[in-house]
């Protein structure tokens, strides 16, 4: 009888439990391909995949290696540097002191660091503001968008994926010793400028960065494994680098062509507890702490945000002539902002949202569809730019099927 009745039991809860919508289905058949593919032509080595829709996840995936050599698959809650990912929790974090009144977007850099006095190649000294650094048209660049001859490779400035140890002060000083690359407030430029918002948080907020990070945003929405440090170094995914026949190990440093010259990866400067925190890329975390951040920022921003502070966020700041991502791509306070889809040449709405990670990430917003992508990968720059976050933001909206 015992038996009968659990048979009944199942039966029942199997007959009650909800079929897997339709086009739920679909969407997982065609994300699947997506990573099969890049996994069996072995351009990336492991991913995380989440898809949100109206706040659901209708898809979730741990595919390939965390460790390919150790044959370490990839964990669901595997942790990741983040990169430039970091750059949209420490915008988030400053607008929350800009609520509080103790920081103002017009406020000059020079208020909270007097130090700080880049000059123009003609040796003028213009006013740089925090609306400058958080629409990355403050006049900064990166060293990667240089020559291997220009004036950041010169000064030793780091970007905040290199030379472990580094102290802010120090970089600062450096950065502050290269002309600025254009009048702030003239033009886009992608940038250091989010490293300096970063020390700007600090000085307004009284607290190291990571402190203000975790007051305002990680801690707030209960984002446990995100943090400038590794929580659970067992959990840490390994990075690899663009190569044929396949991905190489970045191991303890690696140099990986890009842009006019290409970036240097120092994986083991998050555990030197000496290198400055990077507002800029210095954050590790997981796909489901990230889909917790996103998906406050896209309901309006509680508990963090006001939802007129997350508009000015999420709006366009700058025009299109930014191209953050390519033709018909803004640029607001600290994300990509969808401006025009046909010159873009996407499927996703007017006022999608954005970004990516050199460590081999990128998500995106969709508001209008409810939508929420995150593909972090431990393989750069392919996870990033490659056709791998193409192909599967083309399957999220099947466009091209």
């Known amino acids: 009888m015992t038996s009968a009745i659990a048979a009944l039991v199942v039966a029942t809860s199997l007959a009650l439990a909800p079929a897997a919508p339709p086009e739920d289905a679909a969407l997982q058949a065609r994300v699947d391909s997506v990573i099969d593919r890049a996994l069996a032509e072995k351009r990336i080595v492991g991913t995380v995949v989440v898809v949100a829709k109206d706040g659901k996840v209708v898809y979730q995936r741990a595919a390939g290696f965390a460790d390919r050599e150790a044959k370490k698959p990839m964990r669901e809650d595997a942790l990741f540097r983040l990169a430039s990912l970091t750059k949209a929790m420490v915008s988030v974090a400053a607008l929350k002191l800009v609520e509080q009144g103790k920081l103002g977007l017009e406020d000059p850099v020079t208020k909270w660091i007097p130090t700080f006095r880049p000059k123009l190649a003609d040796g003028t000294e213009p006013i740089i503001t925090v609306r400058h650094l958080m629409t990355h048209t403050a006049g900064l660049t990166y060293d990667f968008m240089e020559p291997p001859d220009g004036p950041y490779h010169q000064a030793r400035v780091s970007n905040g994926l290199d030379q472990p140890g580094l102290s802010m002060k120090e970089n600062l000083r450096r950065l502050a010793s290269a002309p600025l690359t254009y ?78 010259s290409g970036v240097t990866f120092v994986p083991g400067r998050v555990f030197d507890a000496r290198s400055f925190a990077s507002g800029g890329g210095g954050m590790v975390g997981t796909a489901a702490d990230y889909l917790k951040f996103l998906e406050a920022v896209r309901t309006g921003g509680a508990p963090v945000l006001k939802s007129a502070t997350v508009e000015q966020l999420t709006t366009d700041q700058v025009g299109p002539q930014a191209a953050s ?77």
């Open 183 to 260: 009048a702030p407030g003239t033009r886009w430029g992608y940038s250091m400028a989010t490293d300096v918002l970063g020390e700007v948080l600090a000085r307004a907020g009284g607290a190291p960065l990571p402190t203000v990070v975790e007051r305002f945003v990680t801690r707030p929405l209960g984002m446990t494994d995100t943090a400038f440090s590794v929580k659970d170094v067992a959990r840490l995914a390994t990075p690899y680098a663009d190569g044929k026949p396949e991905p190489v190990r970045i191991g303890e440093s690696r140099f990986v062509p890009s842009g006019a």
């Open 325 to 401: 991502n390519g033709p018909g791509w803004g640029f607001g306070l600290g994300v990509g902002v969808l401006v025009d889809p046909v010159k873009a040449k996407s499927p996703q709405s007017v006022g999608t949202f954005n970004w990516m990670g050199a460590y081999g990430h990128s998500w995106f917003v969709d508001p209008k569809q409810g939508l929420t992508v995150i593909a972090l990968t431990n393989t750069t720059f392919e996870g990033m730019w490659g056709a791998f976050p193409v192909a599967l933001r083309d399957a999220v909206y099947d466009a091209g099927h």
